[in-house]
């Protein structure tokens, strides 16, 4: 046989096995990512189940901090807190739940809460500022309900009020 003929078929053959390694190495990785997700999902859903057992079962806001001046809501009771939308609007949080720019969500249907402080740094265009924004998750029961989401990028909040409504809502990482 060819020397060269030899060679080519060891040297494909050894990239076929690399390709095959990476592709388990990547998947193996992403795995481990899912699951540190939800162990960390977990561990906060299981503090706010603790919070609403305090509560007789429901999910309410606890909130020991300076309250806003506003009206109370006939379905969700006593306002909290408000982040300022840019551009008018806001979102507002209540009681038992959240209007969010006419959305009204009862945070009895939220499954989780997590708040991302985001950069300092900006960016240099558009996208790298939306990237780099603090974002306060909330994410709803069900598959099929989307996920909102309250950036700095167009809210007007401070970090240790996002902080405060994951916390008192139960969904803290401990």
């Avoid at 060819?2 to 992403?30: D, E, P, R, T």
């Avoid at 305090?54 to 379905?75: I, Q």
């Avoid at 949080?93 to 959240?98: A, I, K, N, S, V």
Wanted: a neutral charge; hydrophobic letters at 40%.
């Amino acid at each position: 046989m060819n020397s060269a003929l030899i060679i080519g078929v060891v040297f494909g053959i050894l990239g076929i096995v690399l390709m095959v390694f990476l592709v388990i190495v990547a998947v193996v990785f992403i795995i481990g990512l899912f699951q540190g997700w939800k162990k960390g999902s977990r561990r906060r859903q299981a503090n706010a189940e603790a919070q609403r057992r305090r509560h007789g079962g429901r999910t309410v806001l606890e909130w020991p901090w300076p309250r806003v001046s506003g009206d109370p809501d006939p379905e969700f009771g006593e306002l909290f807190e408000e982040f300022p939308k840019k551009g008018g609007g806001s979102a507002r949080f209540y009681e038992t739940g959240l209007v969010l720019d006419g959305k009204r969500v009862p945070y009895d249907t939220l499954s989780d809460i997590y708040f991302d402080e985001g950069c300092e740094e900006r960016g240099k265009d558009l996208k790298e500022a939306i990237q780099n924004s603090a974002v306060l998750w909330l994410y709803r029961k069900g598959g099929f309900h989307r996920t909102l989401g309250i950036r700095d990028f167009v809210y007007g909040f401070d970090h240790a009020d996002c902080e405060h409504i994951r916390d008192g809502l139960g969904f803290r990482d401990e």
